[in-house]
């Protein structure tokens, strides 16, 4: 299998000696323990998996002793399995005062949190990593996604062109590391296991009654809805089960960075929006496996293709912020009168307006939604469409147009 470096090692190296603890979060299968592994060849730091019962049992049960040990510098993989570790890994820090003696992973990201900010606020620094993103697939540098021009060309200087053909087959593939180092061939089979193995267990661990038939369809009515403002009861009906339900395994999907929201943009300027988040997958491949699509050239035309593309450029231009270490900033926009704006970013005191679309000729009819956002108090930048255009060009001056292949 190929190593396929990650952009979030060069934070990892440079956190670890300004931290006694570095945490890494993330789903299952995306790559944190093989990165850390990577990372260690050649020092003298070792390795612990508390998927081991053995080494987990001890971690509970005498977590002093297991700290002896497995002395620091050390890597902990799954740490949320014991987190009785914490109080000992602080009496470790406080007494040694070591940058980087701890690494630690973890797949449930909120109850891990809640260990970490219990008893190591201040001691650990806490990054995310998720599944692939474009540029590290195509092995280019990723700074976070910005909309300014020199940037774009430097980035086109970087990369090989994508048509639409490669995009909906990056779209289909997914980005899990197993699927895209063609460590296994069949994406769908691959999405299948990681269900029934990963998200299953993970999910029955964080949920004790769960009918793994309600939970595979709940999740199909979810990927269903992508890119859609969030609509509990629909996804409840679909599923057969109760809102309640609903909201608590959508809470968990979360928890486990298989989804995530973008929220309205708002502030007290602007009146009449609406306050309901829009649901994302963080990685496509799961959405096309779970909504049954056979293949990219079907998807590519089928009813699905503008919210399964919006999708994946919303969670492409995330994970350039994410893998850098970085929280996005990102939002979408809609009044009370149905005007959207598919994504707006925040940054350096500006707010830039972009519209996703499949069209490789955009206009200026795209972009005059964006004035709606000239009476908000950050001032508006410059805006963009995202669609199958080759190059990167302009619609007028204040709008460029920016290839999906380029994020």
Not at 4 to 11: K, W
Not at 113 to 125: F, H, I, N, P, T
């Amino acid at each position: 299998m190929n190593y396929i470096p990650r952009n979030l090692e060069q934070i990892v190296n440079q956190v670890t000696k300004e931290y006694p603890a570095v945490l890494v979060t993330g789903p299952r299968q995306v790559g944190k323990t093989t990165m850390l592994r990577k990372l260690m060849e050649g020092s003298d730091r070792s390795y612990v998996s508390l998927d081991d019962l053995g080494e987990r049992s001890l971690a509970r049960e005498d977590p002093e002793l297991f700290l002896q040990m497995h002395k620091p510098p050390v890597l902990i993989d799954e740490v949320q399995y014991a987190p009785e570790l914490f109080t000992y890994i602080k009496i470790y820090v406080d007494t040694r005062q070591e940058p980087g003696a701890f690494w630690l992973t973890g797949s449930q990201v909120f109850r891990l949190m809640d260990g970490v900010q219990e008893s190591l606020a201040g001691r650990v620094a806490v990054l995310s990593l998720t599944s692939l993103a474009q540029a590290e697939i195509c092995g280019s540098p990723m700074p976070p996604f910005e909309l300014e021009l020199d940037a774009l060309r430097e980035r086109e200087g970087e990369r090989t062109p994508a048509d639409v053909n490669e995009i909906f087959q990056r779209i289909y593939r997914g980005s899990m590391p197993a699927v895209v180092s063609r460590q296994v061939s069949n994406s769908q089979i691959f999405y299948s296991s990681y269900i029934s193995t990963y998200i299953e267990r993970d999910v029955k661990e964080l949920s004790e009654a769960i009918d793994s038939l309600k939970f595979f369809r709940f999740m199909t009515a979810a990927a269903a809805r992508c890119s859609q403002m969030l609509n509990v009861s629909e996804i409840a009906q679909d599923a057969d089960i109760n809102q309640k339900q609903a909201k608590d395994w959508l809470q968990i999907l979360e928890k486990l960075g298989i989804i995530f929201y973008l929220h309205p943009y708002s502030n007290n300027l602007l009146k009449r929006l609406v306050k309901t988040p829009k649901l994302y997958f963080y990685d496509s491949g799961l959405v096309c496996y779970l909504t049954r699509w056979s293949s990219a050239e079907v998807l590519q035309s089928g009813a699905m293709n503008g919210a399964v593309l919006e999708n994946y450029v919303v969670s492409e231009i995330a994970k350039t912020y994410i893998n850098s270490g970085r929280e996005p900033y990102m939002y979408y926009y809609r009044d009370k009168d149905a005007r959207e704006i598919d994504l707006v970013l925040e940054h350096d005191g500006m707010l830039n307006p972009l519209e996703i679309k499949k069209t490789s000729n955009p206009g200026t009819e795209l972009t005059r939604v964006f004035g709606l956002l000239d009476k908000a108090s950050v001032p508006r930048g410059k805006g963009a469409v995202i669609c199958m255009r080759m190059k990167v060009g302009a619609i007028d001056r204040d709008n460029y147009i920016v290839p999906v292949w380029l994020i």
